[in-house]
């Protein structure tokens, strides 16, 4: 008997599917198969077969407060043959914090008045898109924080100059700008 999970307004259910160890060659065809299924994640499970306690299995962890789905989503072709191998974990998850949308263009203009706070809530308000950004065109995570830190300072100092420019452009194209500075160093 499977009982529903209902997710309070500040949390979205997600469904795990995991994916153990030594059927590692489903997990990117899986993964690829529910991209763009909302609530579905895949995950591989890469415990070791030793008994060490903190060596806890991935459903274990997410099947604390989690229960079996109601429906199993639909599997690739691929899959169908491991399917009772793969675990099915449902679970509240809470969301991300929204941060309240501001006003771009009257932080922009605080900021060329000089008002320093207007970074900071521009940072709030744009940290997490610029870091996904960089994150996905580098590795090492002490060089993400650097550029993500520059584009924000390439992009205040285009608004100081012109406070009409908008807020996300300055950052998309800080960002561009130092990406393609990095492919084109010998020490990137």
């Known amino acids: 008997m ?16 995991v994916v153990p160890a ?6 990117h065809p899986l993964r690829s ?9 895949v995950v591989l499970d890469r415990r070791s077969a030793s008994p060490d306690p ?9 099947a604390a407060g989690g229960t079996a789905p109601a429906r199993i989503p639909e599997l690739p072709r691929i899959a169908t043959a491991y399917a009772d191998r793969l675990a099915w974990v449902q679970r509240p998850v809470a969301r991300e914090p929204e941060l309240a949308r501001g006003d771009d263009r009257a932080d922009a203009q605080r900021l060329a008045a000089g008002d320093e706070r207007a970074l900071e809530d521009l940072w709030l308000r744009h940290f997490t898109d610029v870091h996904r ?15 993500t830190t520059a584009a924000f300072t390439r992009a205040a100092d285009a608004v100081r100059a012109r406070p009409d420019v ?23």
């Open 166 to 188: 908008e807020v996300e452009q300055a950052l998309r194209v800080a960002v561009d700008d130092l990406l393609a500075d990095r492919r084109r160093s010998p020490f990137a």
């Open 33 to 41: 198969w529910f991209a763009h299924w909302p609530g579905v994640e």
């Open 2 to 17: 499977h009982t529903a999970v209902v997710a309070p307004r500040s949390h979205r259910t997600v469904v795990y599917c």
């Open 54 to 62: 903190a060596n806890v299995p991935a459903v274990d962890r997410r």
């Open 22 to 27: 030594d059927l590692a060659k489903l997990y």
């Open 133 to 147: 950004r960089v994150a996905r065109a580098t590795v090492r995570r002490s060089r993400q924080h650097a550029l």
